[in-house]
């Protein structure tokens, strides 16, 4: 369906904030209920952001990431408002501690981790895409109790297309209770750093709170728990928590659990690179190998793009070829459909 703003009710403010919401909304004419992420901030580069987070996941498979569903001219300040599907379930805030809630995390969050940190396989972004923010408010549920990794608000993508507009991201963004040290110390973003907040979180679903650590050091002040204190947790799942956080809140990144290598622990193979296939029907035979292509002339060049007058970024963000902080309106216009 085409979304249009006009044809949105909102239902629920989810998130306000100085200069952003995140809102409850139903499309009037389908009935479909939607997420709205808005912003009016006037910081440099919050338009080249909103455009970046738009794509921040569209070459990452996992059944565990909400991708942006599509965007809408912001109806409260410059660029995108963008859509994001509702999920009722609510958020792993709210969730009771428990092994259980701990172990199903570590497999959701990784899955979604292991995507995302090998998106650039797929060639619109250079680099491993880091999430930035992982914690329990982030990993919502869905009505049949699928735990997916949402809001890449201080992703990679994001931070790099707001420094390509000129906006000031040195330093930390992101969460600090659940931030490595690396992160709060101004180091640039690594997939590390994302294992580690995935670490805090497996430790406070474990035991229902935040670990100590040394101020100076980073390191554990008591150590690792007895994770045999988790609700519900057996032997097995006790240990299969120690190993997982002691490799997690490792304080060398080098030596920190990769998202490959969480999921290897919980006996996991990592994540598709793309959507599995549907099977040919028993009834109706796979389609055979195309011929080979007869000589012909040259094939025709691929359609070219609305020009821009705006200065492409270091092209990192492409959509189509194109830096996505560089899209024309008619650019726009293409991705503003949601899927029912």
């Not at 408010?137 to 608000?153: E, F, K, P, R, S």
């Not at 931030?179 to 670490?199: E, Q, R």
Request: overall charge negative; aromatic content about 4%.
């Amino acid at each position: 369906m085409e979304l249009d703003v006009a044809a949105l009710r909102v239902v629920e403010r989810l998130v306000l904030r100085p200069h952003a919401a995140t809102l409850r909304v139903v499309d009037k004419g389908s009935g479909a209920e939607l997420v709205l992420k808005t912003s009016w901030a006037p910081a440099a580069g919050a338009a080249a952001a909103a455009e970046a987070e738009l794509f921040a996941c569209a070459d990452a498979y996992s059944p565990h990431l909400l991708p942006c569903a599509g965007a809408v001219r912001n109806p409260a300040g410059p660029g995108l408002a963008l859509v994001y599907r509702y999920l009722p379930g609510g958020s792993l805030d709210a969730a009771a501690s428990s092994a259980a809630s701990a172990l199903a995390a570590a497999s959701a969050v990784g899955s979604a981790l292991a995507a995302l940190h090998a998106a650039q396989e797929s060639g619109w972004w250079s680099e491993p895409i880091v999430h930035g923010d992982v914690k329990p408010a982030n990993v919502l549920v869905d009505a049949d109790g699928t735990m997916i990794l949402a809001d890449y608000g201080v992703s990679s993508p994001v931070r790099a297309a707001r420094a390509d507009a000129g906006a000031d991201v040195a330093g930390f963004a992101g969460s600090p209770a659940y931030a490595s040290p690396h992160a709060t110390a101004g180091y640039p973003p690594s997939p590390a750093d994302d294992m580690w907040s995935l670490g805090v979180v497996l430790y406070q679903l474990a035991l229902g709170c935040l670990p100590d650590f040394d101020v100076a050091t980073g390191a554990l002040l008591r150590g690792l728990p007895d994770f045999c204190a988790a609700p519900g947790a057996s032997q097995a799942d006790a240990e299969t928590l120690r190993a997982l956080v002691a490799g997690l809140l490792t304080l060398d990144p080098a030596e920190r659990l990769t998202a490959a290598e969480t999921l290897a622990l919980l006996g996991i193979n990592p994540p598709p690179a793309a959507p599995p296939q549907a099977a040919p029907s028993p009834t109706q035979p796979a389609p055979a190998a195309p011929a080979p292509a007869a000589p012909s002339r040259a094939a025709p060049p691929p359609a070219v793009l609305p020009s821009s007058t705006r200065e492409r970024p270091r092209g990192r963000i492409k959509v189509a070829g194109r830096s996505s902080s560089s899209l024309s309106a008619e650019e726009l216009a293409m991705i503003t459909k949601v899927p029912r």
